[in-house]
């Protein structure tokens, strides 16, 4: 047996089956920072002002990010904390691959052979580039995976609501491929305005919708908490936005090299009937769906009906309360707000984070230990202990 498989072993047995994560922020180069992570505002350039600054906070992921030829080792991947030393730590991808089904059950390892999806805090403080995520045919043939995902608007990490928080989702009906096409042909020529064949919808905090793969859309400037798939696949539509332009580049570089210049075969890329939907609200607006409430829990789900790729709960214990709370599944989780325990390990969501710190905010849940139940107390008299979960299906 390795050291580090002896490592990994001992944690999650001393853990009780439920690890405890590294922060793991990630810098991307467009966008503007929402700065609603609660980190600490000298930190927002941590990976140097050519990375730009950190805007996302990924949870649970065994993926990296396509951050471009700057992209640091392991740059996107979740790491296990292996005591209170911030440098102890240990890939959450090599604690999957020696504890296998032990740590996020039969099914899922049967089925997938990794854990398949990640959620992020996402925050800009504007709406982002009009965009789609690749079909399944279509990512395959680059390389990647689709990449469905999911939003909710936690009120906890929204004081300010960016510039526009409003999210663009498909097309205006009548709109046809001809009028994308003749808006992309612009793309390296003018403002192409393709939002204009679009509609907003204005996002509501402590709700949610559902996005599938080849849907366009410009995410609202909320904090946004986001379950997905193990992807970072997409194609860009939208050539300015928040006044930065996106070279041509961001619409081509998941497109095989031979259909770059096919307009037709990109426009082809999205799904037109999900984007001309009438009804897109109805289908894809997703409201919480309250599944237990007494006098000591609150218990909601907040991401469902997702094609059955994932799911997310949200959990509230409230004030000088405890409850015993089983789940169907290992779970990915992230407190914010309140502090307590769960089965003793000390939780609490942070006020503010310097890069490279560690907290007590993000865990990852074995799945017989969320089978069994997990006791929450919640050690405040007057503000309640939430927290999110996300899970594979």
């Known amino acids: 047996m390795s050291d580090q498989t002896a490592r990994i072993r ?9 690890l405890r994560m590294v ?7 467009f966008g503007t920072a929402g700065r609603r992570m609660r980190l600490h505002p000298d930190d927002y350039f941590a990976f140097g002002m050519e990375r730009g600054a950190i805007k996302e906070r990924w949870f649970s992921s ?15 991947m979740s790491y296990v904390s292996c005591s209170d030393d911030p440098e102890d730590k240990i890939l959450f991808a090599d604690f999957i691959r020696e504890l296998g089904a032990d740590l996020i059950g039969g099914d899922v390892y049967a089925k997938y052979g990794t854990w398949p999806m990640f959620a992020k805090f996402f925050d800009y403080n504007e709406a982002l580039f009009f965009h789609m995520h690749l079909k399944s045919e279509d990512a395959a043939k680059v390389g990647r995976n689709a990449k469905p995902e999911a939003y909710f608007f936690p009120a906890q990490y929204n004081p300010h609501e960016g510039t526009m928080p409003a999210t663009y989702f498909g097309f205006k009906p009548g709109v046809t491929k001809e009028d994308v096409k003749k808006r992309l042909e612009r793309f390296d020529t003018a403002d192409n305005h393709i ?9 509501t905090l402590g709700t949610g919708w559902y996005t599938a793969p080849g849907v366009l859309h410009a995410p609202a400037s909320l904090l946004t908490y986001e379950p997905q798939w193990n992807s970072d696949v997409n194609a860009v539509f939208e050539n300015f936005t928040g006044g930065q332009v996106y070279g041509r580049n961001s619409l081509v570089e998941n497109v095989p090299e031979d259909k ?6 990109i426009v082809n890329m999205a799904d037109w009937e999900a984007n001309l939907d009438p009804a897109y609200e109805k ?7 309250v599944n237990h409430a007494s006098d000591a829990y609150i218990e909601k789900q907040i991401v469902y009906e997702t094609e059955g790729h994932f799911s997310a709960k949200e959990l509230t214990i409230l004030p000088g309360q405890s409850a015993t709370v089983a789940d169907d599944g290992a779970f990915g989780c992230v407190v914010i707000e309140g502090h307590g325990t769960m089965n003793g390990t000390a939780v609490e969501s942070p006020n503010m984070l310097r ?12 799945a017989d230990v969320a089978a069994r139940g997990i006791t929450y107390v919640n050690h405040s ?3 309640p202990l939430v927290m999110l979960k996300h899970f594979a299906k």
């Open 283 to 289: 289908h894809y607006f997703r409201p919480p769906i």
């Open 260 to 265: 770059q210049n096919d307009l037709d075969y």
């Open 195 to 203: 939002t204009d064949l679009s509609v907003a919808y204005r996002m």
């Open 10 to 18: 001992k944690v999650f047995a001393e853990n009780g089956g439920i």
């Open 355 to 366: 890069y490279g710190q560690l907290s007590d905010d993000e865990f990852f849940v074995a």
């Open 381 to 383: 008299k007057t503000s």
């Open 23 to 29: 922060p793991n922020f990630i810098p991307r180069p």
């Open 62 to 76: 065994v993926v990296e990010a396509q951050n471009g030829p700057l992209t640091t080792k392991n740059e996107g």
